[in-house]
Each structure stands twice: as structure tokens, then as C-alpha cells.
T-cell receptor
Framework: DAKTTQPNSMESNEEEPVHLPCNHS???????IHWYRQLPSQGPEYVIH???SNVNNRMASLAIAEDRKSSTLILHRATLRDAAVYYC???????????FGSGTQLTVLP | KAGVTQTPRYLIKTRGQQVTLSCSPI?????VSWYQQTPGQGLQFLFE???????NKGNFPGRFSGRQFSNSRSEMNVSTLELGDSALYLC??????????????FGSGTRLTVV
């Protein structure tokens, strides 16, 4: 699977929007972009995924660049419970696994 | 609906012993995957089962094995435990593979400590 690049850490203030970037310049046309997060002492939690168009769900929004070489996970109003490691993962059409990188550690300040 | 259930939550074993971990997926999910998480290596894929067949295997020694039953429940086994096997073992279930746009639901994991 193609690689992704994320910042090691980010900080946000509570109740403000958070934009978590992910670069994937070698993405192929059939690669899905998946986002997961992992809270302390828990397994990863599915957040959102998309292919070409922007996606919204109750947890977050996913904005995908027109050339698909980057994407941004948007948390509209960060809460303290959103403090976690966020993983951006590409999954090709044949992928039967998720390949996790080191992710972005999000700290939410009260 | 019930989530992915992993048992036991915590386990302490001695070097050289073997261990079996269990995972019950979400009802209707036929794909079950296992991951190992350590501070040094992060989350690494172990193997994936679908309808009782292993479809994919990660880069782990043969001491790590698994199986899936007809009700989709899965077990993984580690034989001849080594100190380096101490890790959080995570199970994830899905309707199908992520390359087709399906998400995974992870369990809370089994924390294995080898002494």
C-alpha cells in the first residue's frame, strides 16, 4: 500500500475546529483513504473513509484534495475526549489489511 | 449491537509457554483480523481470516497462528513465548476488506505480558 505522511503531534483548544492533515502523494486511483483514532488503553476506532469526494459523518468530515494527493480530517468542535492518536491509512483495492503508520498525537487543551 | 469482544483482557505468561487469545466479531462480520501493538513497532498486522480461511498473513514467525470457526469467532495462538511477545493484541472485524471501502471495528485488545 502507498505511504502516508502525518505530523507527529498537534494541539487544539477545546470547542475549536481541528484540521488534521495527511499527505499521500503516491496514492493510486483505487486507494481508499481511511482514518482511525486510538484513545489511550483502547483499540483503534474507525472515524471515516472516502475515495474521491468529501465525506461527512457524525464524528468528522474528510476533505480530499482534487488530485487526491492529500486529505484533511476535520473535527468540527474538539472535545477533551477527542485527544487520541489519529491514523491516516490508504487501502488499495486488493488490500486485506490496514497498514498503520505512527499517526498524529492530538492534544486537546481545556 | 454488541462490539468486538476479546478475552481475556489481561494475561501474564512465562517464557516458553503458549497462549490462546479469543475474539468474537460483530454479528454478521465474516472477516477477522489480528494486530500486534508494541511501543517500539506500533500496530503490525498478524493475519486475516474470512469464512474460516486465512486470506492474508503478516511478517511474523510460525509461532504465531490462528484460526476461525464457522460462527466467525477467531482464536490466535502463540507458542514458545518470548519476552518480545509482550504486547497488546487487537482483533478487528469487518464485512469485507478495507480495499473495498469497508471499515474495521476493533476490540479493546488483550494485554499479554511475558515474564
Amino acid at each position: 500500500d502507498a505511504k502516508t505522511t502525518q505530523p507527529n503531534s498537534m494541539e487544539s483548544n477545546e470547542e475549536e475546529p481541528v484540521h488534521l492533515p495527511c499527505n499521500h502523494s503516491t496514492i493510486s486511483g483505487t486507494d481508499y483513504i481511511h482514518w482511525y483514532r486510538q484513545l489511550p488503553s483502547q483499540g483503534p476506532e474507525y472515524v471515516i473513509h472516502g475515495l474521491t469526494s468529501n465525506v461527512n459523518n457524525r464524528m468528522a468530515s474528510l476533505a480530499i484534495a482534487e488530485d487526491r494527493k492529500s486529505s484533511t480530517l476535520i473535527l468540527h468542535r474538539a472535545t477533551l475526549r477527542d485527544a487520541a492518536v489519529y491514523y491516516c491509512i490508504l487501502a488499495s483495492g486488493s488490500a486485506r489489511q490496514l497498514t498503520f503508520g505512527s499517526g498524529t498525537q492530538l492534544t486537546v487543551l481545556p | 449491537k454488541a462490539g468486538v469482544t476479546q478475552t481475556p483482557r489481561y494475561l501474564i505468561k512465562t517464557r516458553g509457554q503458549q497462549v490462546t487469545l479469543s475474539c468474537s466479531p460483530i454479528s454478521g462480520h465474516r472477516s477477522v483480523s489480528w494486530y500486534q501493538q508494541t511501543p517500539g513497532q506500533g500496530l503490525q498486522f498478524l493475519f486475516e481470516y474470512f469464512s474460516e480461511t486465512q486470506r492474508n498473513k503478516g511478517n511474523f514467525p510460525g509461532r504465531f497462528s490462528g484460526r476461525q470457526f464457522s460462527n466467525s469467532r477467531s482464536e490466535m495462538n502463540v507458542s514458545t513465548l518470548e519476552l518480545g511477545d509482550s504486547a497488546l493484541y487487537l482483533c478487528a472485524s469487518s464485512l469485507e476488506k478495507p480495499g473495498l471501502g469497508y471499515g474495521y471495528t476493533f476490540g479493546s485488545g488483550t494485554r499479554l505480558t511475558v515474564v
